[in-house]
């Protein structure tokens, strides 16, 4: 079993839907988490760290949920400019960080 | 703003032929990392650095090597590129542990 395991999609969704991705992680001593973004040949980006209360940022709310160990990312009123790839990352020890291999969300006009 | 800055954005070098990537931030983390990413794949930790505390994963081979000669800079050095070492080279640096992680915006290497 893979350490952090992402539906790779693609979501193909309409412009102004809700999507949501999960992500589980096999390690539950895992401490941190996170979302990052990627578009296509670029580098990761910070969206936001998950954190046990569950966090919003504008139409993205991320959720963690350490009993059934996966996180989640819902993003509300879909924009074009959403499509890229969604990488879920789970530290697991110290310095290490697992990076899932990506949710690609395409947003259609 | 304070950023990583990777150097350079593309690189085309020969078969075996030693290239070198350059890293530098400014946001004065402790830490230095640096990934391979292939198509379609999750980036691949190689190795990273807390200070100049050096740490080599398991599975990077000999042919990758590193160094930090001060708190901003970080280089990635490869010996001797096979055709399996085309990707995109990822430096990201973090304050410290379980902390985000931010990422230059990577050399993609091709190897002719």
């Known amino acids: 079993r893979k350490e952090v395991e992402q539906d790779p999609g693609p979501f193909n969704v309409p412009e102004g839907a809700t999507v949501a991705f999960n992500c589980t992680y096999s390690n539950s001593a895992s401490q941190s988490f996170f979302w990052y973004r990627q578009d296509c040949r670029k580098e990761p980006k910070l969206l936001m760290s998950v954190y046990s209360s569950g966090n919003e940022d504008g139409r993205f709310t991320a959720q963690l949920n350490r009993a059934s160990q996966y996180i989640s990312l819902l993003i509300r009123d879909s924009k074009l400019s959403d499509s890229a790839t969604y990488l879920c990352v789970v530290t697991s020890g110290t310095y290490k960080y697992i990076f899932g291999t990506g949710t690609r969300l395409k947003v259609l006009a | 703003d304070a950023m990583v800055i990777q150097n350079p954005r593309y690189q085309v070098t020969q078969f075996g032929k030693p290239v070198t990537l350059s890293c530098s931030q400014t946001?004065?983390?402790?830490?230095m990392y640096w990934y391979q990413q292939k198509s379609s794949q999750a980036p691949k930790l190689l190795f990273h650095?807390?200070?100049?505390?050096?740490?080599n994963e398991a599975d990077t081979p000999d042919n990758f090597q590193s160094r930090r000669p001060n708190t901003s800079f970080c280089f990635l050095d490869i010996r001797s590129p096979g055709l399996g070492d085309a990707a995109m080279y990822l430096c990201a640096t973090s304050i410290g542990s379980n902390q985000p992680q931010h990422f230059g915006d990577g050399t993609r290497l091709s190897i002719l």
């Open positions: 946001l004065n983390h402790n830490v």
């Open positions: 650095y807390y200070d100049k505390d050096f740490n």
